[in-house]
């Protein structure tokens, strides 16, 4: 069972930056691909960014490409999202996930696809005001 935490959320002016973490346990998290989704009032949970289990290659969705950078660190079982130059239309709760697939599909997968991912956090809060 894997367990995931994201912290890091808050209220940021437009513009601003924040730095979201997921820190994770149970598993074995250097085999995992990770993902950010978010979720804003009314809406689906959409896809954000990913990241293969060795780093090397990520994926975003086109409303964030050159402002947020997902990037890991294994050894300390920790994804991260880093967010800048941030909209109002960024805000949503936002979780991370993993996704277990990448074992077998090998070090450079990613995907957006929610139904890969089979474990969730809890989520945080990002509101950015205008």
């Known amino acids: 069972q894997v367990q995931l935490v994201e912290s890091g959320g808050g209220v940021v002016q437009a513009g601003g930056s924040l730095r979201l973490s997921c820190a994770a346990s149970?598993?074995?998290?250097?085999?995992?691909?990770m993902g950010w989704f978010r979720q804003a009032p009314g809406k689906e949970r959409e896809f954000v960014a990913a990241?293969?289990?060795?780093?090397?290659?990520?994926k975003y969705t086109d409303s964030v490409k050159g402002r947020f950078t997902i990037s890991r660190d294994n050894d300390k079982n920790t994804v991260y999202l880093q967010m800048n130059s941030l909209k109002p239309e960024d805000t949503a709760v936002y979780y991370c996930a993993a996704d277990i697939s990448a074992v077998d599909n090998g070090s450079t997968w990613t995907s957006s696809y929610r139904g890969h991912y089979r474990y969730w956090g809890q989520g945080t809060q990002v509101t950015v005001s205008s």
């Open positions: 149970g598993g074995t998290f250097s085999r995992y691909a």
């Open positions: 990241i293969s289990w060795t780093g090397g290659t990520t």
